[in-house]
């Protein structure tokens, strides 16, 4: 682990990331928001650029490519209108892929009333708080705070951990600006990259997995990634948080940029 700022752009060492890479295929694992498409204000306004999804796309025709968000995986196939792709949705509690491939954790479904239950309350008592947003997902609820004035942040908070509080099937954690509830279980997006490995049969010596995300609920998939594939953090507005991450890239065009280089490794040009 080093903070996020001494993390080595992988431009300074794509010789090296380039032998690694040699004699194997990588397997590529993207998280959505800060890594594919720019933070903004209002989360439902971070659309795919049509660059990024032509890219992403020509990269998913190569190698298998899997896109890993806190957002369910309905919003992510609506969002990035590619089926040549999976997606990992809800921190991994939902997984999709090509032909309407799609599985649910039976874990995850067992605590969906704590969680119709504490979106209604979060929604209650939030109600006069300005410049928040309570996003119910499938398996999580995210309570975003970008917009609310900073003397109300310690308040929102507050609200979000009595909530918890009331349901022991739920537990709090963190994200850029956002406050979430999801399922107490040992499951994250570190749990659900490995979980693809296997079932995508990618657990081979040939295959190399990379994983590129911003936000602190990636730090779970670059640690799991790190003694056996590549974890690349986008450099974003806490440049001063410890990171699990080997390389770093600087923005989301630096993103697509690097994306666009492994078509180039398997093609011989860039799409």
């Not at 431009?11 to 397997?27: I, K, M, N, Q, Y």
């Not at 959505?32 to 890219?55: C, H, N, W």
């Not at 079932?199 to 995300?213: F, K, M, N």
């Not at 590549?230 to 630096?254: F, K, N, S």
Request: glycine share 8%; proline share 3%; net charge negative.
């Amino acid at each position: 682990m080093q903070r996020l700022d001494q993390v080595p752009l992988l431009w300074h060492h794509e010789s090296d990331f380039r032998v690694r890479l040699a004699g194997s295929t990588p397997a590529v694992f993207l998280d959505y928001d800060g890594t594919l498409t720019p933070i903004v204000e209002d989360y439902t306004k971070a659309i795919l650029s049509d660059e990024m999804r032509q890219t992403i796309g020509a990269l998913a025709q190569r190698y298998t490519v899997a896109i890993v968000s806190g957002r369910d995986v309905a919003t992510m196939r609506t969002l990035v209108r590619l089926d040549n792709l999976f997606y990992a949705g809800s921190h991994g509690f939902e997984i999709g892929g090509p032909d309407a491939w799609h599985e649910t954790l039976e874990q995850g479904a067992e605590a969906l009333p704590a969680l119709d239950r504490a979106e209604a309350e979060l929604r209650a008592e939030l109600g006069e708080v300005p410049g928040h947003s309570v996003e119910r997902k499938h398996f999580s609820i995210a309570v975003h705070y970008r917009r609310a004035a900073a003397a109300d942040v310690e308040r929102i908070e507050q609200v979000v951990d009595r909530v918890a509080s009331r349901h022991a099937e739920l537990r709090k954690g963190r994200g850029k600006k956002v406050f979430r509830l999801q399922p107490d279980i040992e499951w994250d997006k570190g749990h659900a990259v490995l979980w693809l490995i296997k079932r995508l049969d990618l657990d081979r010596s040939d295959v190399l997995p990379i994983y590129i995300g911003d936000d602190l609920t990636d730090e779970d998939a670059l640690a799991a990634l790190r003694e056996r594939g590549v974890g690349i953090v986008v450099r974003g507005e806490d440049d001063t948080r410890q990171t699990a991450a080997q390389y770093a890239l600087a923005d989301c065009d630096d993103v697509r940029r690097f994306l666009e280089m492994l078509i180039t490794l398997q093609t011989g040009h860039s799409s």
